[in-house]
């Protein structure tokens, strides 16, 4: 006979946030250029190069719309790595706390 399994429990999340002292800012993916890069537009209101790393180019698979942490090579630079790619419910938590307004999501989604 097999084990019985117990009730899942919900872990708490740990969602990575922007830091504007470290040069990362929350961004959402406008269009692919080629080569890992993608064109994103900025919560900061710039639009922006950002490169896809190794790391995540390998793990997850990046789309237009969706909403990424991007960490600025310099402050005030307009290319930046992609750091993390948040899932649909941490982009709705991310709204819930007020971090992104829910203008922002629906523009990116409706930019496609």
Do not use: T
């Not at 429990?9 to 993916?29: F, H, M, S, T």
């Not at 942490?69 to 938590?93: C, F, P, Q, T």
């Amino acid at each position: 006979m097999g084990k019985k399994k117990g009730a899942v429990e919900e872990k708490p999340v740990n969602i990575p946030l922007p830091n504007p002292e470290e040069a990362i800012v929350i961004c959402g993916v406008v269009k692919h250029l080629g080569g890992d890069y993608v064109a994103v537009k900025c919560l900061d209101g710039y639009d922006r190069k950002a490169r896809i790393p190794g790391k995540l180019r390998k793990k997850v698979w990046i789309m237009e719309g969706d909403i990424v942490l991007v960490g600025l090579w310099s402050m005030g630079s307009d290319k930046g790595d992609i750091i993390h790619k948040y899932a649909r419910n941490e982009v709705e938590k991310l709204v819930e706390q007020g971090i992104v307004p829910k203008e922002f999501i629906d523009a990116i989604s409706g930019a496609i």
